[in-house]
């Protein structure tokens, strides 16, 4: 089955504990990137990669470090988590763009306290 | 730049139709449509290109009027599934790049 997983789904930690999360796709995307959605705000591009060793910054970039040494995975790291991180967390995946049709994973809900 | 969505949130019998607005200050490329059932993902919807262009997907249609910078989202005779929270991302010209809107969220009632 096609999909984007992500883990872990839920996440609760505290200020300044380093923290990882995972996401893969099977489907050989090319692009993918990361979003968080907090209420009102709508879906914020976080990071982006086009290619494998490709990322870039999204709108909002500060706190967060991606990698992209596969084409498949794609981890978002918060090295140093703090509160106003406390968000929903979405991953997506597309064949060669965020112009194209994205393909979004489950989601994972960080608290940070 | 993000555009406005209008209303934020919208709360409709089973049957009747509604339409949701997606605004923009600056020229559009292409607007895209998605869906977000609660506590799920996103799901796409359809993607209109610059031209006025019309599509479908069920009961659930959308146009792109270009001189205005905004796109329209049509539900026609809402069913319960139809709930949910709806976001277009807006692709302004020469950007190639989406940004979200903050969403409307739809509740359809028996």
């Known amino acids: 089955e096609a999909q984007v997983t992500q883990n872990p789904r839920y996440l609760i930690t505290v200020t300044g504990k380093k923290l990882t999360v995972t996401c893969s796709q099977n489907?050989?995307?090319?692009?993918m990137s990361w979003y968080r959605q907090d209420p009102g705000l709508g879906l914020r591009q976080i990071y982006y990669?086009?290619?494998?060793?490709?990322?870039d910054k999204g709108d909002v970039p500060e706190g967060y470090k991606v990698s992209r040494k596969e084409k498949r995975n794609f981890p978002l790291i918060l090295e140093s988590p703090s509160p106003n991180q406390t968000s929903l967390y979405f991953c997506?995946?597309?064949?060669?763009?965020?112009?194209?049709?994205?393909?979004f994973g489950p989601g994972t809900r960080l608290t940070v306290l | 730049q993000q555009p406005v969505q209008s209303p934020q949130a919208v709360i409709l019998r089973e049957g009747e139709d509604a339409v949701i607005n997606c605004s923009s200050s600056?020229?559009?490329?292409?607007v895209h449509w998605y869906r977000q059932k609660h506590g799920e993902a996103p799901v796409f919807l359809m993607i209109?290109?610059?031209?006025?262009e019309q599509k479908g997907h069920e009961k659930i249609s959308a146009s792109f009027n270009e001189k205005k910078q905004q796109s329209s989202l049509y539900l026609t005779a809402s069913q319960l599934s139809y709930s949910g929270t709806y976001f277009c991302?807006?692709?302004?010209?020469?950007?190639?790049?989406?940004?979200f809107g903050q969403g409307t969220r739809l509740t359809i009632n028996p």
């Open positions: 991302g807006t692709e302004i010209q020469g950007a190639q790049k989406l940004v």
């Open positions: 600056k020229a559009l490329y292409s």
């Open positions: 489907m050989n995307h090319e692009y």
């Open positions: 997506a995946s597309s064949l060669f763009g965020d112009q194209d049709e994205q393909f």
């Open positions: 990669s086009m290619n494998v060793e490709v990322t």
């Open positions: 209109l290109l610059k031209g006025g």
